[in-house]
């Protein structure tokens, strides 16, 4: 018996590119929002043959967008554009905002939108776009310096098409950015991604489950929920983790719960880095990945000696421990079912 989770792969991938920049121009904030307030009309033609056959009404139109190629050759975005750089370039033929790789300069963005945060000495300028088309986001990173901000690096969300971004800019120069990873019908993936600031350069320190769920969709059924505490000597993921028998044949049924666990994965912040501190640590970050990731094998093996206490349970659970445990010895350790883990790439010029 195959492993059910294998035949559903998340159909969302979220890549995250970050740049390691030297500006050779300065570029303020305010450089940067009188740019997206300019917005200008560009024309688009009806071009849905489609439609016009099927006699509905299709005009063409204005619309409001930036030439926010232009924005990104000014401020040194396509330092690190080269498709050989770029992990996520097989899956996509586009940077963000559907702008080609060989001519994102002359990239339009469609109907603008921009969000502010600010903390400290820093600010972020989230970039997006109210098209549906393209469920993209950019952060544009400031320090403030003297009476101005400027701009000194960015963070790249992609395919985050479920739900906006949860960004947060946190002291002692840290951000953080929770986007999804994977959904579909059934399951959903959360990773939290942890950046270092310096006002020079933004640098990934770390990447985390910080959510996950399946239901209906297997044996199996999982909710994980993360709550990460930030502190001077380092941080923190505490997870609560509840496992319940999934009916795959009754799509459905209601699941019979069957154990809840809480887990702590522990950082230390040393010399700029976030350092896995086992001492304070019940379970390592790659175990928490594989957690989610749905494989029962590597669930199983994690977790082998909750699951195991359910052999000397009664009735319906130890039925399903049977089962489960059936295809996990079937299953053995497969190659995780089609699920990618946020990334990030340092560039350089």
């Known amino acids: 018996?195959?492993?059910?989770?294998?035949?559903?792969?998340?159909?969302?991938?979220?890549?995250?590119?970050?740049?390691?920049?030297?500006?050779?121009?300065?570029?303020?904030?305010?450089?940067?929002?009188?740019?997206?307030?300019?917005?200008?009309?560009?024309?688009?033609?009806?071009?849905?043959?489609?439609?016009?056959?099927?006699g509905a009404k299709v005009e063409d139109y204005y619309y409001p967008g930036v030439h926010i190629g232009k924005l990104w050759k000014k401020i040194g975005v396509g330092a690190h554009l080269a498709p050989k750089e770029a992990w996520h370039a097989p899956l996509r033929d586009a940077y963000l905002f559907g702008c080609s790789y060989a001519a994102y300069t002359d990239c339009v963005l469609p109907y603008p939108v921009v969000r502010e945060y600010e903390f400290g000495d820093y600010r972020a300028l989230r970039v997006s776009s109210d098209s549906l088309r393209f469920p993209d986001y950019q952060y544009l990173l400031f320090k403030s310096r003297s009476d101005d901000w400027v701009y000194f690096g960015h963070i790249d969300v992609f395919d985050n098409n479920k739900a906006d971004p949860s960004f947060k800019l946190i002291d002692n120069g840290l951000a953080s950015?929770?986007?999804?990873?994977?959904?579909?019908?059934?399951?959903?993936?959360?990773?939290?991604?942890?950046?270092?600031?310096?006002?020079?350069?933004?640098?990934?320190l770390l990447a985390l489950p910080s959510e996950a769920r399946r239901a209906g969709i297997g044996l199996l059924d999982f909710d994980v929920k993360a709550s990460v505490v930030y502190g001077q000597e380092g941080l923190a993921a505490d997870y609560a983790i509840t496992f319940a028998a999934g009916n795959p044949e009754r799509k459905g049924a209601k699941s019979l719960p069957l154990f809840t666990l809480d887990r702590r994965v522990a950082f230390k912040a040393r010399d700029g880095q976030m350092v896995y501190d086992p001492a304070h640590?019940?379970?390592?970050?790659?175990?928490?990945?594989?957690?989610?990731?749905?494989?029962?094998?590597?669930i199983y093996r994690i977790f082998r000696s909750e699951f195991n206490k359910l052999e000397r349970s009664e009735g319906v659970k130890k039925e399903w421990f049977a089962r489960f445990l059936s295809v996990v010895r079937d299953e053995g350790l497969p190659l995780e079912p089609g699920f990618s883990a946020p990334r990030s790439g340092s560039h350089q010029p």
């Open 281 to 298: 640590s019940n379970i390592t970050p790659a175990e928490m990945t594989k957690v989610v990731a749905g494989s029962y094998a590597r």
């Open 177 to 204: 950015v929770v986007s999804v990873a994977g959904s579909g019908e059934g399951y959903l993936t959360k990773f939290v991604q942890i950046y270092r600031l310096d006002g020079e350069s933004v640098r990934l």
């Open 1 to 54: 018996m195959k492993n059910q989770f294998l035949k559903f792969v998340p159909v969302t991938l979220v890549a995250i590119a970050i740049a390691l920049l030297f500006i050779p121009k300065t570029v303020s904030y305010l450089d940067v929002e009188k740019f997206f307030a300019d917005t200008d009309p560009y024309y688009q033609r009806a071009a849905s043959v489609l439609f016009k056959k099927s």
